[in-house]
């Protein structure tokens, strides 16, 4: 237990050592009386003399009971006074105070949790047992130089946390400084993680370029030597490098799109666009992949403009993203539905989505999580087969991210799937932002509309 140093306890075993330095004094006091009375000593000197044993006995244990006491009150290390105390456990990563030997002589909560084994007064070697950690620890105290280390944990979840042993002079609570290290531990989780996925893109986008690549230059090969003649199979082999040369002009296309967004990625649209005219201009184009599949699109759109903030171009390969791959995958519904109605996110904020719906053979709850990670398809061959990149789901949510949105995908297997965007509503201080023509557009727009209705009418 820690008590101030002012405590009246400090000098509590003061009268058992006291009793030692009264007898040396009690003999070096009938020594001078008997030296005076014999007339071998004046009265004065003898004095001076009895001063000087009295303060070379009393001093030392004096000291030595002030030292003592305040080590057995304070703790086992007088470097633990209390701002030390304080610092360690303020700072927000997890962090332990060591003494020369490696003991524990402070450690804050945060490490405490991250390392449970380490205890104070116990020797930190023993508790992190890696070799690296325990050579870090030896070279910085024989160094006095900064040491680095890999702390790896995996319980409950595996993260890699980089450990900084540095050696530093502390003062100590009686004056002077005693050398400790400090052991810092900072986690470098995330940025593992977006190394081995940097890894892991590369690896699958050369893999990707080079499927085609290779068939591409198969036929190349063919058709300079053994099919050179045959007619025939030079217009089946050139129809087969169109389809692999535009898979690959897909995927780089898809690649450089991510790209893009991703660079802009922490700067929102701030333009007003109107949704629906960019979903019907998606519908439209996809009426051709739609004939060939045999696949109804049906539109459920409000009358009135739905104005958010956000960047034509992206909101365009977003819906043709969704609704392409409800075409691709879901094409045995025979029927697509697009969407569009306000809602309201978790968290209260009004939103509008746009839902996508098919009624295909649906996704098994597995693969939900992992949809939009790139690369990621359920089914790489049929993937292939409809000519995906495995890229489209994974730009949808950039895209989104981007306008601050969320995409949200819900599918019962065998009945189909539903892939919603939704878009934050957008607040009043945006709509100054208006600009003329989109005035103008939108006033055009709601009068068709009106116009449109009444037509409608019976
Ligand atoms: P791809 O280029 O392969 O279409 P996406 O990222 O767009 O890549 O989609 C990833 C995977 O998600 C697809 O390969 C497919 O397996 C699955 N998927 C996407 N949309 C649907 C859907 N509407 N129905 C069933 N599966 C889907």
């Known amino acids: ?3 101030e140093a002012s ?11 006291l009793r030692h330095s009264a007898i040396i004094l009690l003999s070096a006091g009938l020594a001078l009386v008997a030296l005076v009375v014999f007339g071998e000593l004046s009265p004065t000197r003898a004095g001076i003399v009895f001063a000087c044993i009295a303060a070379s006995a009393l001093v030392p244990w004096r000291l030595h009971d002030a030292v003592a006491s305040r080590e057995e009150v304070l703790g086992v290390n007088p470097v633990e006074a209390p701002a030390v105390r ?17 003991r524990v002589i402070h450690l804050n909560t945060a490490a405490a949790q ?7 007064n116990e020797l930190a070697q023993f508790a992190l047992r890696s070799p690296e950690i325990i050579t870090a620890l030896r070279e910085a105290i024989a160094s006095t130089e900064p040491r ?3 702390y790896l944990d995996h319980v409950p979840v595996d993260r890699w946390m980089e450990l900084i042993v540095t050696p530093l002079s502390v003062p100590t609570a009686f004056g002077g400084a005693d050398t400790c290290m400090l052991m810092t531990f900072h986690d470098q989780t995330p940025l593992r993680r977006v190394e081995e ?24 090969d063919t058709l300079q030597g053994p099919a050179k003649d045959d007619a025939k199979a030079r217009e089946r082999f050139l129809g087969i490098m169109h389809t692999q040369a535009t898979r690959m002009a897909r995927l780089i296309d898809d690649l450089l799109s991510l790209s893009r967004v991703e660079l802009s990625a922490h700067v929102r649209p701030d333009t007003l666009v109107d949704l629906l005219p960019i979903i019907r201009q998606v519908g439209d184009g996809l009426e051709p992949l739609a004939a060939e599949r045999s696949v109804r699109i049906e539109m459920d759109l409000p009358g ?26 879901g094409a045995s519904g025979g029927q697509v539905l697009v969407s569009v109605a306000p809602s309201t996110s978790p968290e209260g904020a009004p939103e509008m989505r746009v839902a996508v719906r098919d009624f295909g053979p649906g996704i098994a709850p597995e693969h939900l999580p992992r949809l939009t990670e790139r690369f990621y398809r359920v089914d790489v061959g049929d993937s292939r ?3 995906g990149t495995g890229l489209g789901l994974s730009l949808v949510k950039h895209i989104l991210n981007r306008h601050r949105g969320r995409l949200l995908i819900e599918s019962v297997p065998k009945n189909g799937a539903t892939f919603t965007a939704a878009f934050p509503q957008v607040k009043t201080p945006l709509r100054h932002k208006l600009t003329q023509f989109q005035r103008v557009g939108a006033v055009i727009q709601l009068s068709l509309n009106h116009h449109k209705r009444s037509v409608d009418q019976p």
Request: charged share 20%; hydrophobic share 50%; proline share 9%.
């Open 7 to 17: 405590s009246p306890t400090m000098f509590s075993p003061w009268p058992d050592r």
């Open 385 to 387: 087969a409809q000519g």
């Open 86 to 102: 304080a610092i360690i456990a303020g700072m927000p990563d997890p962090a332990v105070l060591l003494d020369r030997a490696g």
């Open 114 to 120: 991250l390392a449970p084994a380490l205890r104070k």
């Open 148 to 150: 680095r280390a890999t």
């Open 304 to 329: 009135d403009p739905v104005m958010i903030a956000g960047d034509r171009e992206e909101l365009l390969r977003l819906f043709e993203n969704l609704i392409e791959n409800a075409l691709k995958y």
């Open 197 to 220: 996925m940097r890894a892991d893109f590369v690896a699958n986008a050369s893999h990707e370029l080079r499927t085609p690549l290779a068939a591409l230059s198969g036929f190349i």
């Open 1 to 3: 237990m820690a008590v």
